[in-house]
C-alpha cells in the first residue's frame, strides 16, 4: 500500500525511494481526497428526496422570496429549458427508466424523443436533453482540458456527473452509468445545473447564488432536525430537546459574531451543528493537487473546526448566551459538521484536519469547564439517517458516543451504521420517505397528460 500513490500522483516522483512514512503524511490525505470522488455514492431515494425538498420546496418558500440573496432558479430554468425543475427530474427519472440502466439483467437501451410522447412534456424534451446529454465532442473536449496530467484520464468522472448521457448523431439518447444518471437527479446534481445557469448570468448572480443555495442547505438541516425534535412549543424545560436557532450577538472589539446554525439542549450535553456548502473541487478529486487539497479541507472542515470553537469559548466566556442554557451545568459538548458533500474519512484526513485545526477545540478546564468531545464529520446523506435515528425514538447522545468510540471516530458515519453490530437504530428516516412519495407524485404529475375528462370539448374529441 505504500507505494501506491506513486501510481496516481505524477506530482510526488520520488514515492518509490521516499515512501510516506506514517499515516500522517500529507501525500497520503492526497491520495485519499483524490480517491474519494470514485467511492462516494448516494442513497438514490434520499437523493431524490433532498432535491426536492430543498429545490422545489425550500427555494420557492415565502422565507426564500424574502432572503437578500433570493435567486428566482425556476424562473431561470424555464428561460432556458422551458422545463421546471420537477419536469426535469421527470425527464432524467424517465431517463432512468426506459434506459434500462438499473436492470442487472439485461442491456440497456438508447431512449429517443418519442418515448416521452406520452407525457405532457413531449414538445419540451429536445430542449431538456441539452442540460443531460451531450454528444462526443463535448466529452473529448472535457477529458483533454487537463493533458499534462495523466492522472484525469483515469480519475476524472466529472464530464459524466454532469452530462450522465451520450446523444448520439441520429438523436438518440444513452445512459452511460447508473451513477451518472442518479449523480444528476441528485441536489447536487441540481446544484450544478442551477450554478451553471447562475454563471451564464455573470459572476455578481454567480455570487448570490453560492449565497443562497448555502442558506437552502441549511435550512434543510433545520427541518431535518425539528423534525426528529417535534412539539418544539411543549419542549419548555432545559435539557428536553429543545433546538435552538442561529443567534446574533456582538463582542466589544470583535463586532457582530454569529453562534452555531443549530443547538439541541440535551440537558448536560449541547450538540451544536455548523452547516457548510463547501464541495471538495475537481481539482483536488481529479488531479490530487496538494494546494487545492489543503485549500479544500481548510475551508470545508478547518474553518468550521474554528467557527464551532470561538461559539464554544463566547458561550462559557458569557459572550453568546442561548435561551435557558446555564453553561456551568454543561457536562458535554458535541461539535458536528455538516457538508453537502462529505470526504472520504480515513485516519490521514484526520491526522490532517486534527493537526491544522485541533487546537481550535482544545481549551483548558478553566475555560471551558465542559468535555469537548470528539468532532462528527458528516454529509447530507449521514445527517438524514442520524435524524432519522432521533425520530425512531433512540438517543441522539448515545448515537454519537457510539460514532466517536475508538474504533470508528476516523471512519465515515454510513460505515459506522452499516458495519457495527452494536449499531443503534435502523436510520430509516420517515420524513425521506414522505417527501420521496411527495416527489413520485410530483414527477407522476409533471409527465401526465389530462384524462380526457379534464379537457376541454376540443381537445376531448381529438383525445378520443
Given at each position: ?11 510526488d ?41 430543498m ?65 405532457r ?36 468522472i ?5 452530462r450522465p ?55 434543510y ?19 428536553s ?14 463586532g ?18 455548523e452547516?457548510?456548502?463547501k ?7 481529479v ?15 478547518v ?15 458569557g ?15 458535541w ?112 409527465l ?12 376531448q374529441?381529438?383525445?378520443?
Amino acid at each position: 500500500m505504500l507505494y501506491v500513490p506513486g501510481t496516481v500522483l505524477a506530482a510526488d516522483r520520488d514515492l518509490a525511494e521516499d515512501a510516506p512514512a506514517g499515516v500522517e503524511d500529507e501525500r497520503w490525505v492526497r491520495y485519499f481526497v483524490g480517491n474519494g470522488g470514485l467511492v462516494g455514492h448516494g442513497w438514490l431515494k434520499h437523493d431524490l428526496a433532498r432535491a426536492h425538498r430543498m429545490y422545489e420546496v425550500i427555494a420557492k418558500s415565502a422565507a426564500a422570496r424574502q432572503h437578500r440573496d433570493y435567486c428566482p432558479l425556476h424562473d431561470w430554468m424555464r428561460e432556458r429549458y422551458r422545463l421546471s425543475f420537477v419536469e426535469f427530474q421527470a425527464l432524467g427519472f424517465g431517463l432512468h427508466a426506459g434506459s434500462n440502466i438499473g436492470d442487472s439483467e439485461g442491456p440497456p437501451v438508447a431512449v429517443t424523443a418519442e418515448y416521452f410522447r406520452p407525457t405532457r412534456i413531449a414538445d419540451r424534451v429536445e430542449q431538456g436533453f441539452e442540460a443531460i446529454a451531450a454528444e462526443r465532442d463535448w466529452f473529448r473536449e472535457e477529458f483533454e482540458r487537463s493533458p499534462e496530467h495523466p492522472r484525469r484520464a483515469a480519475f476524472e468522472i466529472q464530464p459524466f456527473l454532469r452530462r450522465p448521457a451520450l446523444r448520439e448523431e441520429v438523436g438518440r439518447i444513452v445512459v452511460l452509468a447508473p451513477r451518472a444518471i442518479e449523480g444528476w437527479l441528485s441536489a447536487t446534481g441540481a446544484y450544478y445545473r442551477f450554478f451553471d445557469l447562475a454563471r451564464e448570468r455573470g459572476g455578481e448572480e454567480m455570487e448570490r447564488f453560492r449565497r443562497f443555495n448555502g442558506w437552502i442547505q441549511e435550512r434543510y438541516v433545520g427541518h431535518l432536525v425539528h423534525v426528529a425534535h417535534p412539539y418544539q412549543e411543549r419542549r419548555t424545560l432545559p435539557g428536553s430537546g429543545r433546538v435552538i436557532p442561529e443567534i446574533t450577538y456582538r463582542v466589544r472589539r470583535r463586532g457582530e459574531s454569529k453562534t452555531s446554525d443549530a443547538a439541541i439542549d440535551l440537558g448536560v450535553d449541547l450538540v451544536l451543528i455548523e452547516v457548510t456548502a463547501k464541495r471538495i473541487t475537481a481539482k483536488s478529486l481529479v488531479e490530487a493537487d496538494a494546494t487545492a487539497v489543503r485549500n479544500d479541507l481548510s475551508m470545508l472542515v478547518v474553518q468550521n473546526m474554528k467557527q464551532l470553537g470561538r461559539v464554544i469559548a463566547d458561550i462559557f466566556a458569557g459572550h453568546a448566551t442561548l435561551p435557558d442554557i446555564q453553561p456551568e451545568y454543561m457536562k458535554r459538548i458535541w461539535p458536528v459538521i455538516v457538508s453537502a458533500d462529505g470526504v472520504f474519512q480515513s485516519p490521514s484526513i484526520w491526522a490532517y484536519t486534527q493537526e491544522k485545526g485541533g487546537a481550535f477545540l482544545d481549551f483548558p478546564r478553566t475555560e471551558v469547564p465542559a468535555e469537548v468531545m470528539p468532532l462528527v464529520l458528516l454529509d447530507l446523506e449521514e445527517f438524514e439517517i442520524l435524524m432519522g435515528i432521533v425520530a425512531e425514538g433512540e438517543s441522539l447522545v448515545r448515537a454519537l458516543e457510539r460514532k466517536t468510540s475508538p474504533g470508528w471516530v476516523e471512519r465515515d458515519f454510513k460505515s459506522w451504521h452499516k458495519d457495527d453490530s452494536g449499531r443503534i437504530g435502523n436510520g430509516e428516516n420517515a420524513f425521506i420517505a414522505e417527501e420521496l412519495r411527495r416527489a413520485f407524485r410530483a414527477i407522476v404529475r409533471a409527465l401526465a397528460l389530462p384524462r380526457p375528462e379534464q379537457q376541454a370539448p376540443d381537445k376531448q374529441r381529438e383525445a378520443a
